[in-house]
């Protein structure tokens, strides 16, 4: 299981990139391995408000459903378009697919977040 | 009569090859004081030849509509079934499955399904379908549902009080979930007052709804307030009868989003009421909120063209709580009969229904002018309408001792509808009979 | 490959006609305003009557029917479905009745649907039915709406959250969402059974009820129900019963007497209603009398020996359907419970759950079966002993199954037991035939370890090979277009 030591993590399978206060938002290998086959992704909205824990989009695949919930509070300020025709980017490289960038404006919400480690460790008990 | 094929000494047999004795043993994980104590109190058993004289009896104390030329409609409609439907609809492979959820043997309902939704498509105009609904008015609570659940937060349903009044009933028990506001606007000379529609549109309308033909059999104008609902980031949807289809603006050219209907006049017998089948179909921005089972076409792993139950990530067995609706079992059956008798009748075959419909309502019209009587309303129709009449139930009373099944009782007026079943002396001996013409 | 009916057929083969109307064809251009009238002609099919019998008929022969063999979908109940009710169901004394005529031309009809009422009251032990609804989830939505209006009722405004055990069917959490109901799952104790102290920990007055189905879906009766009921009923919320799987108890128990105040049945399960390929079902409302003002209009009543409907109903929750249900299933069932009595809806009971246990025993060598004890009318196995060394899934035995004539048992579901197979035989099956099966599910188990290539590339045989249903649902083809 890939799990890359600069990004930060959700016990609901998100990563976030930080930069600054822009966060790229993503699914980690592990939700993609989990999922199977991803078929469609539900975007937010540009502009959109999301609050951390709160959904922001909905990833399907054939026979699985999965909420993705904001890692961090924020307004998005981009969306991957690209997934909306080629949903299957999040199984080929969840990393280098993010899914929306948010604008993060409670920097002190990331130490809400786990790191790569702690991730890993975390996924290793569910197994 | 029993359909249990196991003799007692076969039973026996498995039983004690369990280590078990008797059949009471089989419950032993319930409690005794649940247990009934003594059995069922229903009547004794019927063998197979007692049962169908029974049957017939109770069937023989009912007027059929093959017995009395029916003008009742308001929501189901005497219609022709060509042979063939009945017949094929009772190959047991196909009424006897169940859902398709194997697709290697269930290739035949799911490419029936595909060429129904495909049909019902071409009627509405619209780019998806599901495979069916429980009925009209459900399919288009179901509709009223989506909007409010894709509409970020909207929740005000804008409908007339033109649609059909078990429609409206409908959506009033859906709306208990809190999550619907429904605004009924009351109509004007039997068609929506459209401009007072329009008036109640805002940021929180998630649909405005029209019926067409409506309940009364009036054609409504959709046109503006089409245009009003989308100027204001709404759905506009409409609820129709599908033969009318035929020669009417499907709900596609009217800029409908979501077209829903009763399908019952497509092959389904009238059956007090049921089963029948409600479609549902919208433009494909919406494919993915769709309520209910939907085929699509894909390819096997030799690359062969096959058909599977698809976007099932929306429905229940997956999404559980957070599904936009609960259905599992839809009207498959009656779906199969609907692209039956559509293939059947074809697309000839039904503009000719739709047509004699309209052809034997006018014929009906100056009839009724004839003997004295008077239109409810004078608007549009297609093939219903109202006629005036002081006193209805007796006016059924005397029909029906006359041997004719009259029309849907409205307050001071008989709502009357003329299928293709309906022959000109059928129309003749109605209006005589309500003008007066024919004695008690 | 079979060509789509729009594939076949030319303009002008269709010969389908109406008799003279012996009157002058009006041009619909002239008596409807232009603005109703249609543009694009709709483009159905244009096919003979004979190709089109043929069409039929050749999906019939790509279809697999309870008729065609045995089909032990589990949760689905597949018994056979007599054919006298399919002949009294068409009868046109009762399939050619408008569902507005008058009830005193129709009193054969309504006799039947109150007494029908009535039938399932004393089956279920509840004090009225509806038989509006038209499938089980349907019927789940009144049951949730009438618990809904009872708390409102009340003034129980409070009353927001719906229980669902974890096992339950996906129709529960939706249904309760669907009527505004926030989802609380109970989790099952290890015995696959609703575990009490979960249950207590996360009743109160929230709750306006919890939805359970007795016997569960793993097939296990409920064995502490008087003890859940109480439960509920103490923190004032209602106990709702999901009769998906009344095969189970029907004739032996009833959820009246345990403790349930709302019931739904599925006729077109537990009554033997065919399935038609995904319905029509019904899926008719019982509630004890503290409910009855909150069922839907109209309910049939008899008055002086006739039979009318009642629409008088002030607190009903309205409609959920338009007239009066799924008449015509309900016709079958009816004819169905007439034709077997008490006793002989007690003898399919007793049998399907002797056949369940049969088929337990037999397997359970072959099979892992996670909750190995007296089962009801279905139980559970999974691909345990199966998945070393070759990673056979449940998926892989079910679509081997079907090279074997089966149609594959119920897979992935509950949720609960990892790689679920749920098998339900039902009554009406014999001995001999679940023998055969057995035989089957017996030799694919020693495939699985010697030529694992036959499960994991199967089906075989049967018209097509599995699908990429990726490919379906990622660009989705929903209908034909013309080429």
Partial sequence: MNVPKKLLYTKE??????????????????????????????????????????????????????????????????????????????????????????????????????????????????? | MKYTPNPPWVAQDMLNSMGLNSLDDLFDDIKDDLKLKKGLNLPPAMGEMELRRYMKDLAARNISTEEYPCFLGAGAYDRYIPAAVEQLLLRSEFYTAY???????????????????????????????????????????????????????????????????EYLKILQAYSLSGRMEVLVVPGREGAADIDAMIAEIDDQTAAAVIQQPNFFGVLENGERLERAVHANKGLFIMAVEPVSLAVLKSPGEWGADIAVGEGQPLGCSLSLGGPYLGFFAARRELMRKLPGRIVGETTDLDGKRSYVLTLQAREQHIRREKAGSNICSNEALCALAAGMYLAFVGEEGLKEIALRSHQLALYAEEQAKSAGLE??????????????MSDPAAANRKLLANGIIGGYQLEDALLLAFTEKRSRDEIDRLFAVLGGKVDE | MSKLIFEKGVKGSNSFSLPEAGLAQPDINQTLPPIFLRHQAPDLPQISEVEAVRHYTELSQRAYGVDNGFYPLGSCTMKYSPKINEWAARIPGLAALHPYQAPETIQGALQLYYEMQEILAEITGMDGFTLQPAAGAHGEMVGVMIIKAYHLNNGDKARTKMMVPDSAHGTNPATANM??????????????????????????????????????????????????????????????????????????????????????????????????????????????????????????????????FDYDRPLSIGKAKNFYGNFGVIVKAYAYIKALGGEGLKDACQNAVLNANYMRHQLREDYNIPLDRLCKHEFIINSKKQADPHGISTMDIAKRLIDYGYHPPTVYFPLIISEAMMIEPTETESKERMDDFIAAMKSIAKEAKETPELLLGAPHNAVIRRVDEVKAARKPVVKWEAP
């Avoid at chain 1, 890993?120 to 008990?125: A, L, R």
């Avoid at chain 3, 108890?249 to 065919?274: C, E, I, Q, W, Y």
């Fill in chain 2, 99 to 165: 859902t398709p959820y194997q697709p290697e043997i269930s290739q035949g309902i799911l490419q029936s399904i595909f060429e129904y939704q495909t049909m019902i498509c071409k009627l509405t105009g619209m780019d998806v379908s599901n495979a069916s609904m429980y009925d009209g008015g459900s399919a288009l609570a179901e509709a009223c549902n989506l909007a409010c659940n894709s509409g970020k937060g909207r929740r005000k349903i804008i409908i007339p009080d033109t649609v059909h009044p």
């Fill in chain 2, 375 to 388: 239109l409810k309303y004078q608007q549009p129709y297609f093939m219903e309408f109202a006629v005036k």
């Fill in chain 3, 179 to 308: 009527i505004g109901f926030d989802v609380i799952e109970v989790k099952s104790n290890p015995r696959g059974l609703v575990d009490l102290d979960d249950l207590k920990s996360k009743m109160n007055e929230e709750v306006a009820g919890l939805m359970l189905t007795n016997p569960n879906t793993l097939g296990l009766f409920e064995e502490e129900i008087e003890d859940i009921a109480a439960i509920v009923h103490e923190a004032g919320g209602l106990l709702y019963y999901d009769g998906a799987n009344l095969n189970g108890v029907v004739g032996v128990a009833r959820p009246g007497d345990m403790g349930f105040d709302l019931v739904h049945v599925n006729l077109h399960k537990t009554f033997s209603t065919p399935h038609g390929g995904g319905g029509p079902g019904s899926g008719p409302v019982g509630v004890k009398a503290h409910l009855l003002p909150f069922l839907p209009i109209p309910l049939v009543v008899k008055k002086e020996e006739q039979y009318t």
């Fill in chain 1, 13 to 127: 399978h998100e990563w976030i990139k930080v930069n600054g206060d822009r966060g790229h938002v993503g699914i980690t290998d592990y939700a993609q391995h989990h999922l199977g086959d991803i078929v469609f992704v539900e975007l937010p909205e540009l502009d959109e408000e999301v609050a951390q824990g709160e959904s922001m989009g909905v990833i399907e695949s054939v026979k699985a459903v999965a909420t993705l919930f904001s890692p961090v509070s924020g307004r998005i300020l981009e969306v991957n378009e690209e997934l909306e025709e080629a949903p299957e980017l999040l199984n080929e490289d969840p990393y280098g697919n993010w899914i929306a960038i948010v604008e993060i404006t409670e920097q002190s919400e990331l130490d809400d977040l786990i790191s790569a480690d702690e991730y890993k460790s975390y996924c290793e008990t569910l197994e």
